[in-house]
């Protein structure tokens, strides 16, 4: 268990932060970059629970959340490195319950006919921030793979987040009948 007895260190005060394996990388950093915006997309996703989501979407949402900071472990950590203790991993099974929960809450949707743009009621526009965050999160973890060694189940978590705050937030419009449809090129002729 983590115990935080003082909140700051002064280590930081370089611009630099240190890693799950004590090496110390600028907080710029790519890898400190995408695990900050899983953080991001964490908060998003407190911000969203606190509209008060129905019971079922509410004990998903925050099983996810705490997913999210096993994620931001896993990124803190580089790969390779020796370490004392096992370090926290995403596993295929937190992704695969991803998926579940996606086919799930989307077998009560009608099919779309459009795009749905952000909007509807407030929680829906804020799963849709918080998914496009994700998004964020996942760009910078790829770019991170590109040089690094990033864990595969952990790149398919982020991807699959994503599409399930999709599908939570039509949830969170009434089962899709508040979304918002895109309509092309409606504005272009006013």
């Excluded at 099983?63 to 295929?92: C, K, M, W």
């Excluded at 973890?141 to 690094?148: F, P, Q, R, Y």
């Excluded at 994503?162 to 009948?177: E, M, P, Q, W």
Aim: aromatic share 6%.
């Amino acid at each position: 268990m983590v115990t935080l007895n003082k909140i700051y260190t002064r280590t930081g005060d370089d611009g630099s932060t240190a890693l799950g394996n004590g090496q110390r990388r600028k907080k710029y950093d790519t890898r400190v970059a995408a695990y900050g915006t899983v953080d991001e997309t964490n908060a998003v996703l407190g911000c969203a629970r606190v509209l008060g989501p129905e019971e079922r979407l509410d004990k998903m949402l925050a099983r996810i959340q705490n997913d999210l900071f096993d994620l931001g472990a896993d990124l803190a950590t580089p790969h390779g490195a020796e370490l004392p203790y096992e370090p926290l991993r995403i596993v295929s099974s937190q992704v695969d319950r991803l998926e579940r929960e996606i086919d799930d809450l989307n077998g009560s949707l009608a099919p779309l006919k459009s795009f749905v743009l952000p909007g509807g009621s407030p929680l829906s526009a804020q799963l849709h921030l918080a998914r496009t965050v994700s998004r964020r999160a996942e760009r910078l973890m790829v770019e991170l793979a590109a040089h690094e060694s990033v864990g595969e189940a952990a790149l398919r978590y982020m991807n699959r987040l994503s599409d399930f705050l999709f599908v939570a937030a039509r949830i969170a419009n009434r089962n899709g009948a508040d979304d918002v449809l895109w309509v092309p090129g409606q504005s272009r002729g006013v």
